[in-house]
């Protein structure tokens, strides 16, 4: 309808509608519209790329192949280079520019609409636009496997990406290699907070590694021993006293980086007990099989901690609201203190 009256308004369909999907993203019911429209945003993705590959008319010369080649070579490159550059303006570690950087290594498919309309109206050749297809081919299926491969890409050349480290946020390095703590626990979001609490308990040195500056900030407020790093960077894993460590846990549930974690703890051949996280159990498998002592799988927990509360409480209504009311003060002490989780 808001389409039609778009139309009817002298615009074209195209705008009504993307204002109305915007709309409707601001609805309280877009998770199960958008659960609804899938199937069909799917079958209109795919007929968006076959109508595309079918302008693909004009004869494909190998001076059409050459120019593909050389603008695909320089928006995989370039392009993640300026957003790498800029981002580290920001402050941002290299790691997190390379992984934004790599992502973007594409041009993207909104680029082809505006190239499809000059070519409708006439302002464009068929030449130029088997050029901007080919192009669109060959950077949507480099880009597809950097993404997937970021992590490894990474872990390989991320001693070529010191000029993209950003400086905005300093880490002491000089206090976490001094002191000697028996527990570090990587990554305070969702349920880091919660581990902290036993932690604390023990009393036992310990220190939190986060890469959220805020994270950082409020824990420091607290008097938390803290660092602000990329538990995926190896030179950060390096310059850590990891030697004296007896628990360490990840509730990073980056794969990656969980193997960098025990590779580094296989280096310096520590005794320590490591527990990462996985959010799938394939995952789960193969950290157990590269050495984990233990791994958290946040569903499979949470099925057994339910198992056990039917257990423990049965039938009993009344056991199960004063449960709820417990859980109910410490989610909103997780909204209030705890935004960054």
Not at 275 to 282: G, H, L, S, V, Y
């Amino acid at each position: 309808m808001l389409a039609t009256l778009f139309d009817s308004l002298g615009f074209s369909l195209e705008i009504g509608a993307l204002i109305a999907g915007m709309s409707l993203a601001s609805s309280k019911y877009t998770l199960e519209l958008s659960g609804k429209i899938k199937p069909l945003r799917d079958f209109f993705v795919v007929l968006f790329f076959v109508f595309f590959g079918s302008q693909l008319a004009g004869e494909i010369t190998s001076k059409l192949i050459y120019q593909s080649l050389v603008f695909s070579l320089f928006i995989i490159v370039g392009k993640p280079i300026i957003v790498m550059s800029f981002l580290r303006l920001f402050g941002y570690k290299k790691r997190t520019n390379f992984l934004a950087g790599s992502s973007l290594a594409q041009i993207s498919e909104f680029s082809l609409i505006i190239v499809l309309l000059g070519f409708t109206i006439g302002h464009l050749t068929q030449e130029t636009m088997s050029l901007v297809i080919l192009i669109s081919i060959i950077t949507i299926t480099v880009s597809s496997y950097s993404i997937y491969y970021s992590h490894w890409i990474f872990s390989k050349i991320s001693h070529l990406l010191n000029v993209f480290e950003g400086k905005k946020e300093e880490i002491d390095m000089k206090t976490s290699k001094d002191e000697i703590f028996q527990i570090v626990v990587i990554g305070y979001h969702r349920i880091g907070y919660k581990i902290l609490k036993s932690i604390r308990q023990l009393k036992m040195p310990f220190i939190v590694i986060d890469h959220n500056p805020k994270v950082i900030l409020a824990l420091r407020k607290k008097g938390i021993n803290c660092i602000y790093g990329d538990a995926g960077d190896k030179y950060l894993l390096s310059e850590i006293n990891l030697e004296n460590a007896k628990l360490v846990i990840s509730t990073i549930p980056e794969e990656n980086s969980n193997l960098v974690i025990k590779e580094r703890l296989k280096e310096i051949n520590s005794k320590a007990v490591f527990i990462a996280t996985a959010e799938q159990p394939r995952i789960a498998l193969e950290l157990y099989n590269s050495g984990v002592d233990y791994v958290i799988v946040p569903h499979h927990l949470g099925g057994d901690y339910i198992a056990e509360i039917i257990k423990d409480l049965g039938l009993h209504k009344g056991k199960y609201e004063k449960l709820g009311k417990t859980h109910y003060k410490e989610l909103s002490y997780a909204k209030n203190k705890s935004k960054y989780s």
